[in-house]
């Protein structure tokens, strides 16, 4: 059964950081495109980011603005998000998915407020 | 970047009704789609994908179809569980794009 165990989410004033992690089992991590994708509160599905299986090729929302980093650690089976600056409007759950999200995690709370 | 243009955005039907739920892209993306459903307070759910592929689970009530840029999700005869909200995904190429979501209310 595939598992994907998103952490690291919690309460964080604006211009502060974050580090999201995704331990997944189940699955030939190191074989999989993996993704991470948020919602915000009464609102719609935005993919986020998406790495390759080697960690070499990084994609990114448009909306970013170069303050989120995509990582993995195949090792580990284990991907990360790394958020800087971030605001209001970043307050979402954050989910992390492979592939073209036939799985997703539970997701992790991210609250941007002062 | 590719945009998914996802209609209705709302619709109310009755048990029983043949719903049908269309998105739209802006550039050609192959059979590069899927369909998810996801319930209040629930983990997005995968439907279809490959555009028309039934997601093993899920009920044949359920199909897709399209190529190209338009693509349709069908619910032939929609019951209670199925009131839900719906989205598309494009995976064609990056960045990926969601659809606006079409909620499914009960009429």
């Known amino acids: 059964e595939v598992q994907l165990l998103e952490s690291g989410g919690d309460l964080v004033q604006p211009g502060g950081s974050l580090r999201l992690s995704c331990a997944a089992s189940g699955i030939t991590f190191s074989s999989h495109v993996m993704n991470w994708v948020r919602q915000a509160p009464g609102k719609g599905l935005e993919w986020v980011s998406g790495?390759?299986?080697?960690?070499?090729?990084?994609y990114y929302a448009d909306s970013l603005k170069g303050r989120f980093t995509i990582s993995r650690d195949n090792s580990k089976d284990t991907l990360y998000l790394q958020m800087n600056s971030l605001r209001a409007e970043d307050t979402a759950l954050y989910y992390c998915t492979y592939g073209d999200s036939k799985a997703w995690g539970q997701g992790t709370l991210v609250t941007v407020s002062s | 970047d590719i945009q998914m243009t996802q209609s209705p955005s709302a619709m109310s039907a009755s048990v029983g009704d043949r719903v049908t739920i269309t998105c739209r892209a802006s550039q050609g993306i192959s059979n590069h789609l899927a369909w998810f459903q996801q319930k209040p307070g629930k983990v997005p759910k995968r439907l279809i994908y490959a555009a028309t592929d039934l997601q093993s689970g899920v009920p044949s009530r359920f199909s897709g179809s399209g190529s190209g840029t338009e693509f349709t999700l069908t619910i032939s005869s929609l019951q209670p569980e199925d009131f839900a909200t719906y989205y598309c995904?494009?995976?064609?190429?990056?960045?990926?794009?969601f659809g606006g979501g079409t909620k499914v209310e009960i009429k």
């Open positions: 790495i390759s299986t080697s960690g070499g090729t990084t």
């Open positions: 995904l494009q995976h064609n190429s990056y960045p990926q794009t």
